[in-house]
């Protein structure tokens, strides 16, 4: 294909990516009382081959086509609108994580640092062990991690895959209803915010360690550790400057975006370079950044463009990924519904018993517990992480996304039965502020 037939597709891709994530969201957002984020997850599996590609195959074949290039050598290469595609996605995460980091406040977490400590561990711990023992068990299964992943490396990978929390659907969910300064919006946004800056410092050592040379995990794990040291007690007073310029400029203009986007690009690539991950960079990036007029002005100015547009192409291309049929025997339908117990026992109860322990109703526990088991968005990052990384199979990476929306779905639903009849109001008796 010539560079002007990619633009075509590419185009014609974005189009049916988009309109179908809206049709989708609109119908589950007004009828099921769903989330963006579960509307668009769903949206991506039914454009890949699990029902697009099971009712006009030769169609989503043409529209995303997956099969490698045979060059006339022999070799085999990706197909190039698929890499164009994977490459948009990827920049969507870069925005997204940076801005989740930027939205990350270290002063909520001091105040609530115990009993949100202890329920965001429960969370790790519990799901982590039980995802670590499971991989384990079904370590000899073929159809699940590809050849030559060793025992460890798998088991470290599930458990940290089963450990993640959906927190930015978390706090949407607590701002939406006005809860989200109350003792118990506070205590559920502090647990979500350690729990997955945990879980992705978790993955940062997972995809450091799976390195057969030692010499590469250690400078990858090195390195991780470096950039965070130097991007919280070095950059952050480094980057106080976007805050007085903008306070000199009297916002964020071009100029300042154009420079923190430089940054962003430039600490991805830093820690993608030393064998951890692009999002990763993001996030530590976002958490250094100065807050106040600065961050909002940011926000504003990215937010609608990487959630309205980028990150769709992201769930589409998970969804082209994603292929029920290959769950194919009642031995991965069994396998399908340990992940899934594990997940929301591990997770949801696990954390429902620590917010009990910390003091907490048992209602206010359930819906804590019922918040922290959503995996949504952050799922398939990992999950699009490991299959990338030659750690899972197309047939595991799919019974995990089935376990992210079934987790993600029953959130919305379970959080609305469980404060029926409540009286959450944000107020100022209320508000911890």
């Known amino acids: 294909m010539s ?12 189009t049916v990516i988009l309109a179908t994530c809206r049709i989708v969201t609109i119908i589950g957002k007004r009828f099921l009382g769903q989330t963006d984020v579960v509307c668009e997850m769903i949206a991506g599996v039914m454009l890949g081959p699990s029902l697009f590609g099971a009712i006009a195959p030769s169609l989503q074949q043409w529209l ?22 994977f490459a948009v996605s990827q920049i969507g995460l870069v925005l997204y994580m940076f801005l989740i980091g930027l939205e990350f406040n270290t002063e909520l977490i001091k105040q609530r640092l115990k009993s949100a400590g202890f329920v965001s561990w429960a969370g790790i711990l519990a799901p982590f062990s039980l995802g670590a023992v499971a991989a384990l068990f079904l370590y000899n299964q073929a159809e699940l991690f590809k050849v030559g992943v060793k025992p460890w490396a798998a088991a470290l990978y599930l458990g940290a895959s089963m450990s993640i929390t959906a927190f930015p659907m978390l706090a949407r969910m607590l701002y939406e209803r006005g809860i989200a300064k109350t003792s118990f919006g506070t205590l559920a946004l502090a647990a979500g915010s350690i729990d997955d ?10 995809l450091a360690s799976i390195h057969a040379n030692a010499n590469i995990a250690a400078f990858a794990i090195g390195g991780g550790i470096c950039y965070v040291l130097f991007s919280l007690f070095l950059g952050r007073p480094a980057l106080t400057i976007f805050a007085r310029m903008t306070t000199k400029k009297g916002g964020v203009n071009v100029q300042i975006l154009t420079l923190v986007l430089v940054v962003l690009m430039l600490c991805s690539w830093l820690t993608d370079a030393v064998g951890i991950y692009a999002v990763f960079g993001a996030f530590i990036l976002g958490t250094a950044m100065p807050r106040g007029e600065f961050a909002q002005q940011v926000r504003d100015r990215i937010e609608f ?11 589409v291309f998970s969804g082209l990924n994603t292929e029920v049929r290959l769950v194919n025997t009642p031995l991965l339908w069994a396998f399908t519904g340990l992940i899934l117990a594990i997940a929301i026992f591990g997770k949801g109860v ?8 910390s ?27 490991g299959l990338e990384q030659g750690i899972i199979t197309p047939t595991l990476f799919t019974i995990m996304v089935i376990m992210a929306i079934l987790t993600t779905l029953m959130a919305s639903p379970l959080v609305n039965l469980l404060l029926q009849g409540t009286a959450y109001e944000q107020s100022p008796e209320q508000s911890l502020a």
């Not at 995303?64 to 595609?85: C, V």
């Open 305 to 315: 463009l990487t959630t309205g547009f980028l990150l769709p192409i992201f769930f």
């Open 350 to 357: 696990a954390c429902m018993l620590a917010a009990k322990m």
């Open 64 to 85: 995303f086509p997956k099969a490698p290039l045979l060059l006339a050598t022999g070799a085999k290469i990706p197909n190039p609108s698929m890499s164009i595609l």
């Open 359 to 385: 003091g907490v109703n048992w209602r206010e526990s359930a819906t804590i517990g019922v918040l922290m088991n959503a995996r949504g968005l952050m799922e398939l990052i990992i999950l699009n992480i």
């Open 197 to 206: 800056a945990t879980a992705w410092c978790l993955l940062a050592i997972v």
């Open 3 to 14: 560079n002007f037939e990619l633009v075509l597709r590419l185009l014609l891709q974005l």
